[in-house]
């Protein structure tokens, strides 16, 4: 059985928002705003209406956006592993996954203190259920909606969005988090790898022969995607650490999907050999008949 590769030490990464902090502090940039929407009770009321209305318009503007292919290795179980560690520490921190069980993962070639040990950080046990810690109570008061359990997310969105999504974001001052993503316009979620990706600004210019136009008809404009403040991982690091990420989320939306064709493939590959005994069976059957 592969081993858990990659794993710097116990806990790798900074958990969202890490324990005993304000839910502010994490992200610097966003801190002040989410502190604010923790202060407010009015925006509690009014932010998941105006959510609910962004990402209704967002829909229909992604429409037309053309999206990465995600180069996703479903039977790759260290991709899978990294994929698990990657969203334990990033991203349960306020979604949830409530369709799985941690002990799922031994199914990835983990034992169980591994998984322990490595990405249960809220005092869990492994025969748990992916639950987040943050209460949706708080999310609404921080986001103004609750961030959507991720079960079955791969299965809505699709490898291809969601890995491109995940590189999609960009700093846009614009916003309440200060993150604006190319896939999902005005999303209500700041980005979680930002430490790792480092942080990329939205850079128009006018369009030069030959140049890519941005949306029909409108401004001769190019656009293009700057890093001003490079993160810990190189774009290509990043693009792998995502990758394994999809991988993970699409395996967490049908975890029996590998074992499923296996199966089919058996099944065929049995019935084709039975065949011909079953021919040779008929005939005998037969042949005092005709
Ligand atoms: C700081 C809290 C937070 C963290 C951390 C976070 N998210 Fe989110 N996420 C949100 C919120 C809030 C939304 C809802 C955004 C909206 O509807 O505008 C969201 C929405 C999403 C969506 C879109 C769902 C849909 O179909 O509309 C996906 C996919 C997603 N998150 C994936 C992730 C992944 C993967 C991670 C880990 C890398 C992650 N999120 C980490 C807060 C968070």
Redesign the pocket.
Same mark, same amino acid.
């Given at each position: 059985m592969k081993t858990f590769i990659g794993l710097p030490g116990k806990r790798g990464y900074t958990p969202?928002p890490p324990k005993g902090t304000s839910c502010g502090a994490y992200i610097p940039q966003v801190g002040a705003l989410l502190q604010a929407r923790c202060n407010s009770v009015l925006t509690g009321l009014l932010l998941p209406a105006a !959510?609910l209305l962004?990402?209704a318009a967002a829909m229909a503007s992604e429409a037309g956006m053309r999206l990465d292919q995600a180069p996703i290795a479903p039977t790759d179980v260290v991709s899978l592993q990294s994929g698990a560690r990657?969203?334990a520490n990033?991203?349960l921190?306020?979604?949830s996954a409530s369709l799985m069980r941690w002990n799922r993962l031994t199914e990835l070639g983990l034992n169980e203190s591994q998984i322990l040990d490595n990405l249960i950080f809220d005092g869990g046990k492994v025969g748990d259920l992916m639950n987040v810690s943050m209460t949706k109570k708080d999310?609404r008061k921080w986001?103004g909606?609750a961030?959507?359990d991720?079960s079955v997310?791969a299965r809505?969105?699709g490898a291809d969005w969601?890995y491109s999504?995940?590189r999609g974001f960009y700093r846009d001052p614009a916003r309440p988090t200060g993150w604006n993503n190319t896939v999902?316009e005005n !999303?209500?979620?700041?980005n979680?790898?930002w430490q790792l990706q480092g942080e990329r600004v939205r850079v128009e210019h006018a369009l030069k022969a030959g140049e890519a136009r941005e949306g029909q008809g409108g401004a001769a404009i190019a656009v293009k995607y700057e890093m001003v403040k490079p993160g810990s991982l190189t774009p290509v690091q990043y693009d792998e650490t995502v990758r394994d990420?999809v991988n993970f989320?699409v395996y967490m939306g049908e975890p029996a999907a590998t074992s499923r064709k296996q199966i089919g493939i058996f099944v065929l590959l049995f019935l084709l050999a039975l065949w011909p005994l079953v021919y040779l069976l008929k005939r005998e059957f037969w042949k005092d008949v005709h």
């Open positions: 969202f !959510v962004t990402s990657t969203f990033y991203c921190n306020c979604h999310a986001f909606a961030p959507p991720l997310i809505a969105r969601l999504y995940l999902y !999303v209500g979620m700041p979680p790898l990420l989320l």
